[in-house]
């Protein structure tokens, strides 16, 4: 099994994992060990910087009794041509499961295809599955649940969004996007959720997504790759920030996400991102404890 997105589990599949993320984030600060993937080796492929993804991959594995290794595109042969499928089938033969994040989608699901060993998705172009699976985990810690609550999306409709967007379809709850006109997300992504029947709202006011949100969501205005729409994207977006006003019109205990890495004055302002309604850095330790889920879930479930 590969997880390549949210699209790819089953409401129960995820429920699972938030349930034996949560489970396993208890049992470590207990000081408990747990070491099911002692002998196991984890691959990472890295075309992208990062930060949290990388070390909370590589931390999980070594929790786990297992080892990590990671590589960095530009350093191996991918960086010098190397066909993803010759890669795929030679990492394969090394590793019990691997990693990648990379630019296109097509790139991991043609890496998947010739993968014999579990392919996860650590941020494609247009999806991010296990960020939003450490975002869902967060708002249960902070709400109770992750259902019947009013989530806003401000800003870019990019991986997050679309990630975020398939949450709400296979779990089965609203969410409400603001987009500048031209930054919405791919309409193959919202007729797809619009025809599961859960309720995405896409609109340009971002007073209409915030007001009485539970939960708030932003992200950079310029993803990865997009360094040269740096400029073009910021006049785009101006207004598209979670500050104190638009924060006054969501419920008075509402909870601010952001994956991070944050550009304080873009799409938040540092108020808000280090104030009393923001939940990022538990957001940001959560990445721990659900890759670890995660790992379970694709090296001793899948291999039984
Ligand atoms: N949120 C996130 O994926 O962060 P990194 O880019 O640091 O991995
Ligand atoms: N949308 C951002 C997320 C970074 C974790 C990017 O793709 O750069």
């Not at 249960?140 to 679309?162: F, S, V």
């Not at 740096?230 to 994956?259: P, T, W």
Request: hydrophobic fraction near 35%.
């Amino acid at each position: 099994m590969h997880l390549l997105r949210i699209a790819d589990l089953t409401k129960e599949e995820i429920d699972g994992l938030l349930e034996r993320a949560s489970a396993l984030k208890e049992r470590h600060k207990k000081g408990i060990p747990h070491n099911p993937l002692r002998g196991k080796t984890l691959g990472l492929i890295f075309e992208k910087s990062s930060t949290r993804t990388r070390v909370s991959f590589e931390t999980a594995m070594y929790h786990l009794g297992g080892d990590a290794i990671f590589i960095s595109g530009k350093d191996s042969q991918i960086g010098r041509g190397e066909p993803i499928k010759d890669t795929a089938r030679v990492m394969s033969r090394y590793v019990d499961a691997i990693v990648i994040r990379t630019f296109g989608h097509e790139i991991i699901e043609e890496y998947a295809r010739y993968s014999s060993v579990p392919v996860i998705n650590g941020l494609t172009d247009t999806h991010h599955p296990c960020q939003v699976l450490a975002d869902v985990m967060t708002v249960i810690e902070k709400k109770g649940r992750y259902d019947n609550l009013k989530y806003a999306w401000i800003g870019d409709g990019n991986n997050m969004a679309n990630s975020w967007i398939e949450a709400a379809s296979v779990l089965g709850f609203s969410l409400t996007l603001a987009c500048p006109e031209g930054y919405r997300p791919p309409k193959e992504f919202l007729d797809k959720a619009g025809s599961s029947g859960s309720g995405i709202i896409v609109t340009e006011s971002v007073e209409e997504a915030a007001r009485d949100a539970d939960v708030l969501n932003t992200d950079v205005w310029a993803s990865m790759g997009q360094e040269e729409e740096s400029e073009k994207r910021k006049k785009a977006f101006r207004g598209f920030q979670i500050n104190k006003e638009l924060l006054k019109l969501a419920k008075k205990d509402a909870m601010v996400l952001h994956c991070l890495p944050a550009h304080r004055g873009e799409e938040i302002t540092e108020e808000v991102l280090e104030g009393p309604h923001s939940a990022v850095w538990d957001e940001a330790e959560n990445r721990l404890h659900i890759q670890k889920a995660i790992l379970e879930k694709l090296l001793v479930e899948g291999s039984k």
